[in-house]
């Protein structure tokens, strides 16, 4: 089960920080990613990276405002979003895939969170 926290609503250049805590199960040998869904459009992936920690990709349009990290005591993935703007407004979703390379469609991954709605006011 993977449980997203940390949405809400900031403004425009603000910062906030989501977290993707895994349990009921070891993710050690998984890829995680963070993925948005903006109304209308198809869910897409922002950032992934490898349980070791020791690849990540990241999206153009996220490319250098936003960061993820792995905290494997914790079991949880973070997503560090700074100077946020209102085109990154959406539902944010956790997810997990089984490949051990990072893989960029929605349907490639196999477990996934409920959700967390971030709201950037401009």
């Known amino acids: 089960q993977l449980v997203e926290s940390g949405g809400g609503l900031v403004q425009a250049g603000g910062f906030l920080r989501l977290s993707c805590e895994a349990s009921g199960r070891t993710l050690s040998s998984y890829v995680m990613g963070w993925f948005r869904q903006a109304p209308g459009k198809e869910r897409e992936l922002l950032t992934a990276?490898?349980?070791?920690?020791?690849?990540?990709a990241y999206a153009d349009s996220v490319k250098g405002r936003f960061t993820i990290s792995i905290n494997n005591a914790k079991n949880t993935v973070y997503l560090q979003m700074n100077n946020l703007k209102p085109e990154d407004m959406g539902v944010y979703y956790c997810?997990?895939?089984?490949?051990?390379?990072?893989?960029?469609?929605?349907?490639?991954?196999?477990?996934w969170g409920q959700g967390t709605q971030v709201t950037v006011s401009s």
């Open positions: 997810a997990a895939d089984r490949a051990r390379n990072i893989r960029y469609l929605a349907d490639e991954y196999d477990y």
């Open positions: 990276i490898t349980w070791s920690g020791g690849s990540t």
